[in-house]
């Protein structure tokens, strides 16, 4: 996608979800952070990338039979194929897990089309093999019923609820392994900056502390004279 700078998308990598949620606490946002909602598997590169967004209301029966697959105009299925490359799809499955928003087929599709990620706030099936793709994927836990059973897609790229959060299209969305933030789209500039010098400072704190030295005048830096030692540390990097 190409509304957010490259160079922003790049930095967010760098910089971990616990520092962009003090950064959006500081600015008044403080309930950006998916809640329930896990990485399949820890340890992957962050992911991050512009919100697309589908939105599923509770399936009705007589319009949710499993012959509905076949209709090649089924949002589920025209969400995969139109999510943009360097996006992440983010699903709204009401935070009910008790049905699949997905399977390893779609998320496959996803991964081999260049999309950087998928988010649910309910649960996948197929989960072992999602684990292993080569694709960050967060949900709330398995599930192996389809998604029919509870789930009808009936939105794309319209704003959505996910794990208590609106997302927006084009929002951004930052995964590591303690969850997802999610950056509204007109500060991701500057909460991407911010969050460099951030994570600069909190690694010139972790050296003193390892070094043993006390938090306090140190973090948050209120020491002169430590704040002096931070900027001479800094010129050397």
Known sequence: MDHTA????EKLKKVSTATIATCLFKKGLKKQF?????PLKLGKPTMVGE???????????????IEVFKDPKHLQRVAVEECPKGAIL????RKDARAASAGSILVTRLMVRGVSGIVTDGGFRDSAEIAELNIPSYHNRPSAPTNLTLHQAIAINEPIGCGDVAVFPGDILVGDDDGVMVIPAGIADEVA????????FEE???ENVQNGRSIIGLYPLVDKKIAEEFEVWKAKK
């Open 204 to 206: 010139f704190v972790m």
């Open 90 to 93: 983010v699903i709204d499955s």
């Open 193 to 200: 900056d911010e969050c460099m010098q951030m994570t600069l």
């Open 34 to 38: 998916i809640q329930d909602v896990k």
């Open 51 to 65: 919100a697309y967004t589908l939105r599923y209301i509770p399936a009705r029966e007589d319009l949710n039979t």
């Open 6 to 9: 490259a160079s922003t998308i």
